[in-house]
């Protein structure tokens, strides 16, 4: 679908989602960069074809994937975050403006060994929790594999596969290498696939994305080792059938081992993901109203005439037609300097604040704000513009400028329970968060000096953020309860036990108390121990007969 057929741009859906400019197209939708005038962010919004889905079954189907796939939460899954399934069927989701695996294939770049494993860990740890959750994505290939600015990773299109298959188009089952033998031959749907198009990917990154040195085999040693496991680990899952293919957990365990081998890899070779000359196809066409532009008196006149000419009979029309001619030509005619089109290249505004762009050029052109998140920004700051700096734009025409709201935000890492200090805080540091401080927490579960989870409850924080973690200090110490001296062997026994310690029997004579009652303990009343510690209890057997 070129993008002179794009139907929406520039109209709002749901009264919320401003569709600012066209991202892709294929048969069923069209995707846009969107403005949420709700929360003021970006976000990407997926716009299908209602003609061709629709109907009870589709509006019931489309529903139900989407509350399923919407609980679903991971840091290397698109979050979605809206839908609606009327006469236009939408889903929004989150806006990462890094591009795809795609794109980075293409360009004329390489990656070390580091930046590959790094990449297929990701995708091997969104695609895992799927799998464990019961879903399938179905269509992994590198145009769904995304990146933010930063080079962070997320999996795209979870459960299009499904909505697809309400549609006779095979756009979304066109995967090319992808797509697995069984797939291909008619055979449903198994995690399998996934696991498949997977290799297929890695294999792509190796093959074309390695430096030369390290391809021919002149890298240096341990990287050398790293890279033919790596080669063996996907090219061996290629070759198998679905039925002996590793999980993709058994595989993310295999890279992960690997990973721990190689050095930090360089930040991803990422750019942006924004088509300046898509969004320049549809200056001066948006369908939104903006409130904050005074419209012109030809404008006005313009809008009359439509409306007259929707109205009015065809012999009306001609009388009231032929008045005003009249009248708008000695009015464009009396007003030609003021209505004479005048350009202004669009000037260099990063770093400055928003004021300044407002105060200086706020009655030339119609503003819109966009707000956004880069790390090393501060918030309040205009990070670029669309048009960018340089180019000409006529007077009235739209201005787009995007203003930081800080750092991007970062997902705290699941999965810190149970690990060293070092261990969280290197998972931490790939996350692009700081180990904060740590304080030392009673757990009954968790070993001594290994991690209980981080103290805040938030979910997220800026890059760069610390996080204080809780350390296990074991164990509360139980104590041996008073006042059992003297008492009954059994409530003595019972007493004990509740204290989440175990007892042993040690039976003595002596001369002057009888059978059955506690003499002493070791350790004695008060003393702390650790729980499951044995309390050793004496118990008279009365005084020593002599035969």
């Not at 297929?120 to 994505?137: A, C, F, P």
């Not at 006042?483 to 003595?508: D, F, N, S």
Request: aromatic share 6%.
């Amino acid at each position: 679908m070129e993008s002179s057929t794009y139907l929406h741009a520039g109209k709002v859906i749901n009264n919320r989602y401003r569709l600012i400019t066209p991202f892709g197209s294929g048969t069923l939708a069209q995707i846009y960069l969107a403005d949420d005038m709700r929360v003021r962010k970006q976000v990407i919004v997926k716009v299908f074809d209602g003609a061709k889905l629709s109907g009870e079954d589709f509006q019931k189907n489309f529903q139900a994937s989407l509350q399923g796939l919407a609980q679903t939460s991971h840091p290397n899954l698109i979050k979605i975050l809206d839908w609606g399934s009327g006469e236009t069927p939408y889903i929004v989701t989150e806006f990462f403006a890094g591009g795809d695996l795609r794109a980075m294939l293409q360009r004329d770049s390489s990656l070390s060994v580091a930046q590959i494993t790094f990449i297929l860990m990701e995708i091997l740890k969104g695609t895992s929790y799927l799998h464990k959750r019961g879903k399938v994505h179905g269509g992994l290939k590198p145009e769904n594999v995304i990146f933010n600015l930063t080079g962070d990773l997320k999996i795209s299109d979870t459960g299009m596969r499904n909505i697809s298959s309400l549609h006779s188009s095979s756009e979304f089952f066109t995967a090319g290498p992808y797509l697995s033998p069984e797939l291909i031959s008619g055979e449903p749907l198994t995690p399998a696939d996934d696991v498949y198009a997977i290799a297929a990917i890695a294999k792509e990154l190796l093959d074309t994305k390695l430096p030369e040195s390290e391809s021919t085999g002149e890298a240096q040693e341990k990287n050398s080792e790293t890279l033919q496991q790596l080669k063996t680990a996907f090219t061996s899952v290629i070759s198998l059938r679905a039925s002996e293919r590793p999980s993709a957990s058994s595989l993310l365990g295999i890279v992960s081992e690997l990973n721990i081998r190689n050095a930090k890899p360089a930040l991803l070779p990422v750019q942006s993901s924004l088509n300046l000359n898509l969004f320049e196809t549809f200056h001066g066409e948006e369908e939104l109203i903006d409130i904050d532009r005074k419209p012109n008196l030809k404008d006005r006149f313009s809008k009359a005439i439509l409306y007259l000419k929707s109205h009015l009979r065809r012999w009306l029309w001609l009388l009231i037609m032929s008045i005003l001619v009249a009248g708008t030509a000695l009015l464009i005619n009396s007003g030609n300097e003021e209505e004479e089109i005048r350009l202004q290249a669009v000037p260099e505004v990063v770093g400055l604040q928003t004021t300044d762009l407002v105060n200086q050029f706020g009655n030339y052109w119609a503003l819109e704000e966009a707000l956004t998140r880069e790390d090393g920004t501060q918030n309040g700051q205009i990070l670029r513009t669309i048009p960018a700096a340089g180019v000409e734009l006529a007077q009235g025409e739209v201005l787009t400028y995007f203003v930081s709201l800080g750092p991007e935000l970062r997902t705290i890492p699941l999965g810190l329970t149970g690990l060293t200090i070092d261990e969280a805080e290197s998972i931490l540091l790939e996350s692009r968060l700081r180990l904060g401080e740590t304080s030392e927490v009673p757990d009954e579960v968790i070993p001594i000096g290994l991690v209980i989870g981080p103290t805040t409850s938030v979910t997220e924080l800026p890059t760069g953020s610390e996080v204080d973690i809780q350390i296990s200090a074991g164990p509360e110490l139980r104590t041996v309860p008073e006042a059992l001296v003297g008492r009954a062997y059994e409530p003595v026994e019972t007493a004990i036990v509740l204290e989440g310690l175990q007892v042993k029997r040690t039976e003595v004579f002596h001369p002057a108390i009888g059978p059955g009652v506690v003499i002493r303990l070791e350790p004695a009343s008060g003393s702390k121990v650790l729980p499951d510690g044995v309390i050793e209890i004496f118990v008279s057997k009365g005084p020593q007969t002599v035969e």
